[in-house]
């Protein structure tokens, strides 16, 4: 099993940054990919970014990409968003999920709870 636990969500004016974290625990975690999604008020969930178990590897939807990076930190057991020059659309709840690599961008195993960002313009 594996427990995750986001962190690091809040109100941020448009153009300003944040950084959202996912804390993991359970003795697979270190073998998945784990992947940021987010669900905006009647809306669909979409996928925002992945990374591989190693870090080596890394895959962001076309929205976010030179704006948001995924970074891994193994021995804290941590994935971390880090998000700039947010816009008003990017307002949602962000989740992390963990998976194989094959299917963490389609069909994740497991799920933290969210953190909700707010961006004002």
């Known amino acids: 099993q594996v427990q995750l636990v986001e962190s690091g969500g809040g109100l941020v004016q448009a153009g300003g940054s944040l950084r959202l974290s996912c804390a993991a625990s359970g003795r697979t975690f270190s073998t998945y990919a784990t992947g940021w999604f987010r669900q905006a008020p009647g809306k669909e969930r979409e996928f925002v970014a992945a990374?591989?178990?190693?870090?080596?590897?890394?895959y962001y939807a076309d929205f976010v990409k030179g704006r948001f990076t995924i970074s891994r930190d193994k021995a804290k057991n941590t994935v971390y968003l880090q998000m700039n020059s947010l816009k008003p659309e990017d307002t949602a709840v962000y989740y992390c999920?963990?998976?194989?690599?094959?299917?963490?961008?389609?069909?994740?195993?497991?799920w933290g709870q969210g953190t909700q960002v707010t961006v004002s313009s």
């Open positions: 990374i591989n178990w190693s870090g080596g590897s890394t």
């Open positions: 999920a963990a998976a194989h690599w094959s299917v963490v961008t389609t069909s994740p195993n497991y």
